[in-house]
Each structure stands twice: as structure tokens, then as C-alpha cells.
């Protein structure tokens, strides 16, 4: 075996867990996937201990490591223990009508003010119309009544009788009083005074002006005296109403005098009811007794007449034991801040006090709200209005039209409400350090960073704890048991994802998923058990049904549509391997890497870059590769040529310095016109040094080029180069196990360039001799000949002696 070979028994990790005995997860003690994560535990702990302003948290992580359940479940354990925080009620502002009161209270007392409110409102409907039937009580409003039509009645006679004196009278019709001349003792018919003498006619009209006048200037008293009535009228409506409230009013202050709030409220209640008490009264007592204009807005339907003395509940916490923790999972403005929702009005839309519903930072209040910054970051009114509020300690509900003066509406402006809440951000850590480096708010409000470890450490304690996660996962959703050796295989792929043979990954979402899809296979087979083969079905199903895109390049290589060998040599000529990510679906391929040299002045012209499909990370492998050159075999020898390097039928943006050694063994090949072998596919960033570095995506290469290379045929001459460096990443899938057991297939770990020279070139590299040159005949003493070569051809080309030193 080549010592560089690694053993097959390398290529993949596998799980005994010799330590934990059972057969299947019916057997084990569920667990939760946080108890791995030590690192966030203690930050949260931390934070939350922390109850000042700014210490809310951001937690952050990879989706599918279970942050979102790992936080609400410590929250809530630790909510439990807190007290329960107060109800909270919109009440109508009988001074400030567009600007509803808020009234705390104790947890569950919001329920009652509601039903006490709706009680006292019932037992007024009742009591003031009594009240104002009671037999006294009509007496006395129908004495002032009468009181004024005496007086009315007594001013006409007086005006009549100072008529009379002048031949004329005042007599009442249905059209009103009205001034008539007197023929003796009657008043003149209209036929008969129509037969008077025209200037007996205008000296009687004559008479009538004065009396007229008189009759006016008395009708222009009236108005006083029915303003003095009403005036005492309103205060004998005042004095009943009084009366007959009184009582209820007087039980509800006791009743609620623990809350001085409601007892201000019950205070301006009462007011409001004795100068509307019209609105208690039948429709006959309120054209009796007219009142004057309200000074808010009064429904007229029975539903809403008495809205105005409803209560608002806006939190109630009757039901709740300990602090709310509460996950808002649409963080609009309107669900998180509360919204006002629209009745219409004969005056345009406008908003009722009984129309504001509570949003998410109301029913957080004395607790913890917990919301996806990523969906928060949509709404950049909600994200900026959060912060204010964070800021200022207090909900303020305002309609985001308002703000934006987007329509022309008639708004509440409701008092602001206390805030005290810890918010718990989650998102990924892109996120946390975008928002740090753009936000210069966000620091100091999220002040504790919750880390979320998107692996752990592979021991055997860590796959016990794997195991038993499992046996959770199928007792909370009701899968079937999963065997030992389904778990086993479960742990393995595991790592797979973690993409390192001693790291498992954290991401219990992908588990889970592998656990579900192998339970449906296992339940169309009509099994009691999850096995082995049922989670390997699974895993078939998968990549057949995610696997259109692979087998699509696959089949133009075999077609001959892309050209990649897999056997022969050439020169100048490399497989590379890339690795194309589709959301958790990654597809390896190899990509043909052709360099091409000549005459020139050292100038490597990367393909990619010069038609803009090379990206920044990709350029600077290329010129980190051309500082090796420089500084091996420039020293003693002008690098006298320029060469061109390309990404064959590559038509994509190229990023990613993991193709730098092929780049740099194609280009020496080309160089020093040594072949090298197609069969063998390298993958691996190269340094100034000549040293590899480790690159991601490495299983996914290496079985990309073994499906190429088994759909030719394996013939054992085939493998693939990674950096020794990635050794430990290697979770390739049992067929390439397999494969390299039975010596069709090989992976070969290098650690400089050189080793992959050796392997792909079959010579030796060569060492430099105390003479400075290279071995004779070695790959580099073939480099250094040709770039002699072109030296000497170059300045014979320039017309210098190419013998002649300098």
C-alpha cells in the first residue's frame, strides 16, 4: 500500500457505543439536545440573572440546532417561578376623549372590573328611569313645566289687554299668537275687513304696528325665562340622578378601593352620568327634557349606547401562573405592538377604545418575548419601534399609517403602558455581526450573546447522549422504535453532516428528519422497529429524490457533453473537484483544470478572473501559488514564460481556494512536459510555502469523483488527493468504504504539493543538492530544465549571448 494511502478503515468512523446496552430506544431515558450545550446554558443563565436595562439577549446559531425549543423550555422553567405580572384595561377618558386611560391591576382582576363595570351599567338602566317615573319626581318637572306656561300665558294677557286699548286683540292660532284689530268687542273676519275703505283699512294697520312691536319685545323675553326653566329643570335632573346612583356608585368605590385608578375612573363615570343621564332615560323623557350637546362621541344603537363605560380588557392574566414567555413567530408592527382597529363613523373612520387589541410586548410585559430577527428585520417600522420602546420602558401604541401619513384617519392616542421585558433574539450569527457593524442601537440593548455550538465532541458519552435524544424524539412524535443498529447509523451520519469523523453535528432538525422519513419506510413494510434498512432507505429515498441535478452532470461526463478522463495521462492536466451547495444538498463533481505555458516575463493569467467568472478568494489562491513559483525556482533562473490557466467548460462564477494545488500541479506539469494521471482527482488550497491546507466539502468531492470513476469501471488505479489536514473530516458512504477495502478505489492524504506530484506524476519530486539543484531527473530538476530552457531562448530572442552571465 502507498504510504500515503490512507487505510480505508480511516475512511469512515463507526459507532459501537459499547458502553450503552439496548436493542431499541423503548429501552433508553430520553434527553435534550441542550444539555450539549454548555456554552449558551451559561449564558443564558448569566443573562437573565442580569435585570438591567440593555441585557436582553441574542441567540444566535445554525438553524435546526434547536435554539428556538431550547430557549422557550428554559424560559419557561425559570417564568414558572416569577410572579405572575399584572392585567392591564383600556378605559374610556371622559376628560380626554381621544386618549383612552390605562389601568393596572392585579393578575385576574382585569376579568372583574370588566363584569363589575357591565353590572353597575345594567343596574343604572334600571335605577334612572325610576328614579325619574317616581311619581314625586314627575310632579316636580311638571311643575316647572307648568311654572313656565304661566308665565308665558300671563305676558300675552298683559300685551292683550294694552291691545284692546287700542282696538285690537292677540289671539292664539295653530300657527301662533297673532295681532287683530277689534269691531267693538270682536275681531274683524277677513271678509269683512277686505270691505273696509282702503284708508280706513291703512289708519287701522296703523293701529296694529305698535301693538305688534309690543307683542314681539314680550316673545323676546321667553327665551330667558325658558332658559332660567331649563337651568332648573337640568338641576332637578341632576339632584335625581344623583340620588339614584348614588348608591351603586358608592358600593363600586368600596368595592374597588384597593385600586385608586378605577376609583378616579368609577369618579368621572359618575360625573359623566348625571350630565348625560338622558342617555338612561326612554325616548319620550328625553324629548321632554332636551340635553345639551355631548362632549364626546355617543353611539345611538342600544349595542353601543353605553360604550363609553365598557372596559377594554387588554391582558388578562386569570389563567397564568408565573411569567409569560411568549413567541411571536410574525413579528409585525400590528402583532407585536397591539394595533386600533376601525368602526365606521358618520364622520369618516375612527377608532374605539374597545377596538385596541393587545401585541406581543403586552402579553411579554413582566416576562420574556421571544422573536425570530429575521422575519423582525422585515418590518423595519417594528424593528425600530421595538428598540424605542426597549429604550424608553414603555409601549406606546401608535398607528403605523399615522406615522407614515398614509391615510387620513381619526386615531386614539392611548396612554402608554410600563414595559418590563427581556426580548430574546434569535437569528443566525451572520445576523448578530451584520447587525453590530450597522446598528449602533443594537449593542447596547442586546447585550448578551447566546452562542449556539453547531457541533461537539464525538466520545463515547456524546453518542450515548445522541442515542437518547433519539428515543425523545420518537416518544414526542410518535415514531416507531428505532433499533441499535439504526442508531448506530444515525450517530454516524451524524458526523457526516458535522463533516468531521470526531464531531457530531447539533443540528436535531436533520436527525429528526432521517428518524421520520426512515419511519414511514419502516410503517409501509408494516414494521414494529425502525431498522438498519429502513434508515438506509431512507437515506436512498433522499438522494433520489434531491438527486436530478447530479445525475444530470454525471450523465453529460459519460455522454462526452463535459470532458473529464478518469484514466490515462496528460500533460498539463488536472481533475480538480468542486462542490456545489443546493440549501443541505451538496454535489460533488470534478472539474478538468488545464494550464498552458510559453514564452514570456512570469505572468499567469487566470482564465476565470479576466472574463470576471473568478471570485476574490479563488484569485488570491492563484496568486499565493505564484509566490511558491517565485520563490522555488526563481531564485537562480528567470521564470521566463507566461501561462494560462482555466476551469475547462466551466461557465459559473469560480470561488474557493480549494482548487489552488490542481491549478498549481497542472501549470508545473505544463512546465517541466511531464504527464499526469487522469485517474487520480485532487482537492486542496495550496500556501506560499508549497504546503496544503484543508478545504470544506471534502466527502462530497471524493464520492463525486467515485461515481464517475465506478460508472467507467473501477480498474484500482483511481482515488482521490486531500490534504492530510482533512483526514480527520473523512465520513464517506459505505460503497467508497467498500470500494477502497476491495482496492478499486483510493484516498491519499498529502501534506506539500510535492507529495502530489509524486502520486500524480510517478517520479520523484526531488530535493535540492548541496549544489542547489534539484535530484536529476526528479519532477522539480524537470521544471528547473525547461525554465533554463526558456531563459536562454529568451535572451537569445533579445539578441543577448544566452552563455553570457547576468
Avoid at 410574525?330 to 377608532?351: C, E, I, K, V, W
Wanted: proline share 5%.
Amino acid at each position: 500500500m502507498h504510504k500515503d494511502r490512507i487505510p480505508p478503515s480511516a475512511l469512515r468512523r463507526l459507532s459501537t457505543i459499547a458502553g450503552l446496552k439496548f436493542q431499541t430506544t423503548d429501552e433508553l431515558e430520553p434527553a435534550h439536545g441542550i444539555d450539549v450545550q454548555k456554552r449558551a446554558i451559561e449564558a443564558l443563565d448569566f443573562g437573565l440573572s442580569i435585570q438591567r436595562e440593555g441585557y436582553n439577549l441574542f441567540v444566535m446559531g445554525n438553524e435546526g440546532t434547536g435554539k428556538l425549543t431550547a430557549v422557550k423550555k428554559l424560559l419557561e422553567a425559570r417564568a414558572h417561578s416569577e410572579p405572575v405580572p399584572s392585567d392591564w384595561c383600556y378605559v374610556f377618558n371622559f376628560a380626554v376623549p381621544y386618549a383612552p386611560r390605562a389601568i393596572r391591576l392585579q393578575p385576574g382582576h382585569g376579568r372583574r372590573l370588566k363584569s363589575d363595570m357591565k353590572q353597575l351599567v345594567e343596574d343604572l338602566k334600571s335605577a334612572l328611569p325610576a328614579a325619574f317615573d317616581a311619581p314625586d319626581n314627575r310632579s316636580r318637572r311638571r311643575s316647572l313645566h307648568d311654572t313656565l306656561q304661566e308665565k308665558r300665558d300671563a305676558l300675552v294677557q298683559e300685551v292683550d289687554a294694552r291691545a284692546k286699548k287700542r282696538g285690537a286683540t292677540v289671539l292664539t292660532t295653530d300657527d301662533g299668537l297673532l295681532v287683530a284689530p277689534l269691531d267693538g268687542d270682536e275681531p274683524y273676519g277677513e271678509e269683512e275687513f277686505a270691505e273696509l275703505p282702503q284708508e280706513e283699512q291703512a289708519r287701522i294697520m296703523e293701529v296694529l304696528d305698535p301693538v305688534k312691536q309690543d307683542l314681539q319685545d314680550t316673545l323676546e323675553q321667553m327665551p330667558r325665562h325658558e332658559s332660567e326653566m331649563r337651568k332648573k329643570l337640568r338641576t332637578l335632573d341632576r339632584e335625581i340622578a344623583e340620588g339614584a346612583i348614588r348608591p351603586f356608585f358608592d358600593d363600586a368605590t368600596k368595592s374597588w378601593s384597593h385600586a385608586p385608578a378605577v376609583v378616579d375612573h368609577l369618579e368621572a363615570m359618575r360625573k359623566d352620568v348625571v350630565d348625560n343621564v338622558a342617555r338612561f332615560l326612554p325616548n319620550e323623557e328625553v324629548e321632554e327634557h332636551p340635553t345639551p350637546p355631548q362632549q364626546h362621541r355617543v353611539p345611538q344603537d342600544d349595542k353601543t349606547l353605553f360604550a363609553s363605560y365598557h372596559v377594554n380588557v387588554l391582558v388578562d392574566q386569570s389563567e397564568r401562573k408565573g411569567a409569560p414567555v411568549v413567541l411571536e413567530d410574525n413579528p409585525t408592527y400590528a402583532n407585536l405592538f397591539g394595533r386600533m382597529d376601525h368602526a365606521p363613523d358618520s364622520t369618516g373612520p375612527a377608532s374605539d377604545f374597545a377596538l385596541i387589541k393587545a401585541g406581543a410586548l403586552h402579553k411579554a410585559n413582566g416576562g420574556y418575548l421571544i422573536l425570530q430577527v429575521q422575519k423582525l428585520l422585515r418590518d423595519e417600522q417594528a424593528w425600530d419601534a421595538l428598540k424605542r420602546m426597549l429604550r424608553s420602558h414603555e409601549i406606546r401604541l401608535e398607528s403605523p399609517e399615522r406615522q407614515m401619513t398614509l391615510q387620513n384617519i381619526v386615531s386614539l392616542e392611548p396612554e402608554t403602558v410600563p414595559l418590563d421585558v427581556t426580548v430574546a433574539l434569535l437569528g443566525e450569527r451572520e445576523l448578530f455581526y451584520g447587525l453590530l457593524d450597522v446598528d449602533p442601537e443594537f449593542s447596547g440593548l442586546f447585550k448578551i450573546a447566546v452562542d449556539f455550538d453547531d457541533e461537539f465532541e464525538r466520545n463515547e458519552a456524546n453518542e450515548a447522549l445522541v442515542a437518547r435524544v433519539l428515543a425523545a424524539i420518537c416518544k414526542r412524535e410518535k415514531l416507531l422504535p428505532l433499533e441499535r443498529g439504526a442508531v448506530l447509523r444515525v450517530i454516524e451520519h451524524a458526523s457526516r453532516v458535522a463533516e468531521e469523523a470526531t464531531k457530531l453535528t447539533a443540528n436535531w432538525r436533520r436527525l429528526a428528519d432521517v428518524a421520520r422519513e426512515a419511519d414511514a419506510h419502516a410503517r409501509r413494510q408494516n414494521a414494529k422497529t425502525i431498522t438498519l434498512a429502513h434508515i438506509e432507505g431512507a437515506f436512498a429515498a433522499r438522494e433520489r429524490r434531491m438527486g436530478r441535478v447530479r445525475e444530470l452532470v454525471l450523465q453529460q461526463i459519460l455522454d462526452g457533453s463535459v470532458l473529464i478522463d478518469s484514466a490515462g495521462s496528460v500533460v498539463g492536466q488536472v481533475n480538480g473537484l468542486t462542490v456545489v451547495e443546493f440549501g443541505d444538498v451538496a454535489i460533488g463533481s470534478p472539474a478538468r483544470i488545464t494550464a498552458r505555458v510559453g514564452l514570456g516575463r512570469g505572468k499567469v493569467v487566470n482564465i476565470e478572473r479576466e472574463v470576471d467568472l473568478s471570485g476574490a478568494i479563488h484569485s488570491k489562491g492563484v496568486l499565493t501559488f505564484v509566490g511558491f513559483l517565485r520563490e522555488r525556482y526563481g531564485r537562480d533562473v528567470p521564470l521566463a514564460f507566461d501561462a494560462s490557466l482555466a476551469f475547462e467548460q466551466s461557465y459559473m462564477p469560480v470561488d474557493g481556494d480549494s482548487a489552488s494545488c490542481a491549478e498549481l500541479c497542472a501549470l508545473l506539469s505544463a512546465i517541466a512536459n511531464v504527464k499526469l494521471t487522469q485517474g487520480i482527482a485532487v482537492t486542496g488550497s495550496v500556501n506560499q510555502r508549497g504546503e496544503l491546507q484543508v478545504v470544506g466539502g471534502v466527502n462530497d468531492k471524493i464520492e463525486g469523483f467515485f461515481e464517475l470513476c465506478r460508472a467507467r469501471g473501477l480498474d484500482g488505479k483511481q482515488g482521490v488527493i486531500v490534504p492530510r489536514a482533512n483526514a480527520r473530516h473523512l465520513m464517506l458512504k459505505p460503497e467508497v468504504v467498500e470500494a477502497a477495502n476491495a482496492g478499486l478505489f483510493s484516498v491519499y492524504a498529502a501534506s506539500t504539493v510535492d507529495d502530489v506530484l509524486a502520486l500524480l506524476s510517478g517520479l520523484d519530486p526531488g530535493e535540492r543538492q548541496q549544489d542547489g539543484r534539484f535530484t536529476q531527473g526528479s519532477f522539480n530538476a524537470k521544471v528547473v530544465d525547461t525554465l533554463e530552457l526558456f531563459a536562454k531562448k529568451t535572451r537569445a530572442y533579445m539578441g543577448i549571448d544566452p552563455d553570457r552571465a547576468g
